[in-house]
C-alpha cells in the first residue's frame, strides 16, 4: 500500500483541510453540470424552487425528454450531498421521474440556475 498524501479530490467532491476543520465542495461538478445543460450563462435566482410551487403529475401538459430529466435529476441528488439548500427541491422533483412535464423540467431548471448563483457552496466540519 502506498500513502497518497492528503485527500484534495474525490469522486466529484473537493476537500480542503484547514485549521477550523474540513470543507466539502462540488464547484468543479457544479461547473461541469451547467456546462453540459448550456445553462453556465444563465440569470441566477435566490431560491432553488419557488415559494407554494404546487407540482403535479399533469396528463395534459407537453412531456419533456425522460431520459434527460432523469438524468439531471440524479446528478441533483449527488449534489444535495453537499449542498443542503437544493435537498428540499431535488426530492419535490425526483417525484416525477416516470412521466416528466415541461413544468417540472422548469423546477431542475430554477435549480440549475440557483447553483449558478453559488457553485461553490459547501459543508464545513
Same mark, same amino acid.
Given at each position: 500500500?502506498?500513502? $497518497?498524501?492528503?485527500? %484534495? #479530490?474525490? !469522486? ?8 477550523? +476543520?474540513?470543507? $466539502?465542495?462540488?464547484? %468543479? #461538478?457544479? !461547473? ?8 453556465? +450563462? ?84
Amino acid at each position: 500500500m502506498k500513502d $497518497l498524501g492528503d485527500l %484534495k #479530490y474525490f !469522486l466529484g467532491i473537493e476537500v480542503a483541510r484547514s485549521t477550523t +476543520g474540513i470543507f $466539502l465542495s462540488q464547484r %468543479k #461538478y457544479v !461547473l461541469d453540470v451547467l456546462t453540459e445543460t448550456g445553462m453556465l +450563462g444563465c440569470k441566477p435566482v435566490d431560491t432553488p424552487i419557488e415559494m407554494n410551487n404546487k407540482l403535479c403529475e399533469d396528463m395534459d401538459q407537453e412531456p419533456t425528454n425522460k431520459e434527460q430529466y432523469q438524468l439531471l435529476v440524479g446528478r441533483l441528488i449527488y449534489l444535495a450531498h453537499t449542498i443542503l439548500d437544493i435537498a428540499y427541491a431535488v426530492s419535490v422533483v425526483s417525484q416525477f421521474m416516470h412521466f416528466p412535464n415541461v413544468s417540472h423540467r422548469n423546477v431542475v431548471d430554477r435549480i440549475l440556475r440557483y447553483l449558478k448563483s453559488a457553485p461553490g457552496k459547501g459543508l464545513m466540519f
